[in-house]
């Protein structure tokens, strides 16, 4: 009788540790702890010539940013909605060393695009915006940022339809060197409104909205 019961003290103490390391286990495969980066870089009209500080920001971000991390970056021009928008796109090794390389090619990437771009005729940020929702989904990445170089003033083409609801839940939607206009100077409501519109839409589809405008507050980016 003494044996059995400790027989089934012992069953009872197996299978509880079994269930305490499947639970521990599953907790670990569930953290993610990767960050996705995709930025969003205005080529429309005289915005072109801001396209130097976004290849210091570039610099930044690839100097922050890890193996396992990933990143890309798009245009806005025309019609953003679209994967021939991606200038450069990667995930970085998890070996440390060839992920020093993936990021010198990276930013070779990036140099040779600033140095070609041509100014396009419309600014269409919504349709950037969701090609940049489905490619930081489809990344797997834990936190999710979208970076919006811009001055946030949107044109879009005759013919393009952008009135679908955005879905950012846990992403991370922030606005970078949002530049004031000519017509801004004049009358501020309209800067304000601009900001204004971006913040309601990002929050209205459940994600976080952010300003940064001092390019050397670049830490405040992950904070």
Known sequence: MQKNKR?????LLVVALAAMVTAVAGCTQKTNHTRGVYMLVDTSGTYTDELNKARAIINYLLGTLTPGDTM???RIDT?????????????FDQRP?????Q????QKKVADFVSKV???SHTDISGGLLQAVEYLNESGSGEKYILIFSDLKEELAKGHVRDVPFQLDEFNIIALNVTKLRDDIRDPKQYMQRVEQWRAKTEGGGGNWRLINDLERLDNIFS
């Open 79 to 91: 019609g953003s909605f679209s994967e021939k928008d991606i200038v450069a796109k990667v995930t």
């Open 7 to 11: 027989l089934m003290r012992l069953s």
């Open 103 to 106: 990021k010198r090619a990276f």
């Open 72 to 74: 890309a970056i798009g």
């Open 97 to 101: 060393s060839v992920a020093n390389t």
């Open 118 to 120: 041509k100014s396009s």
